[in-house]
Nanobody, 126 residues
Framework: QVQVAESGGGLVQAGESLRLSCAASGQIFSYYAMGWFRRAPGKEREFVAG????????GYADSVKGRFTISRDNAKNTVTLQMNSLKPEDTAVYYC???????????????????WGQGTQVTVSS
């Protein structure tokens, strides 16, 4: 399985931006669909954004559409989540996930992914 590790979390004020990165290693990165999930205190883990193996298809949760952008660089084995116009309700631990799938489909549920990072905290103050 590919191993993934997140970076880039932190504390920001509402309206500001933050960029999360996920570095992958151990397998051929371009074989994998990638996703970002988050878990807020007291809530279930939820899908945030995903991108298919080639980068030509993406998917977003309704709550982040128009504010967050997912992208990948297969040459650098990285996937990035650019988060703009952050809101206090975006506060959560953000997780990067990988699923070996060379398809146009973007997996959107946690059970479809089988490699997870440790998570990075994002806190948005009002």
């Amino acid at each position: 399985q590919v191993q993934v590790a997140e970076s880039g979390g932190g504390l920001v004020q509402a309206g500001e931006s933050l960029r999360l990165s996920c570095a992958a290693s151990g397998q051929i990165f371009s074989y994998y669909a990638m996703g970002w999930f988050r878990r807020a205190p007291g809530k279930e883990r939820e899908f945030v954004a995903g991108i298919n193996w080639s980068g030509d298809n993406t998917g977003y949760a309704d709550s982040v559409k128009g504010r967050f952008t997912i992208s990948r660089d297969n040459a650098k084995n990285t996937v990035t989540l650019q988060m703009n116009s952050l809101k206090p309700e975006d506060t959560a631990v953000y997780y990067c996930a990988a699923r070996r799938r060379m398809s146009v489909v973007v997996p959107t549920t946690p059970t479809e992914y089988n490699s997870w990072g440790q998570g990075t905290q994002v806190t948005v103050s009002s």
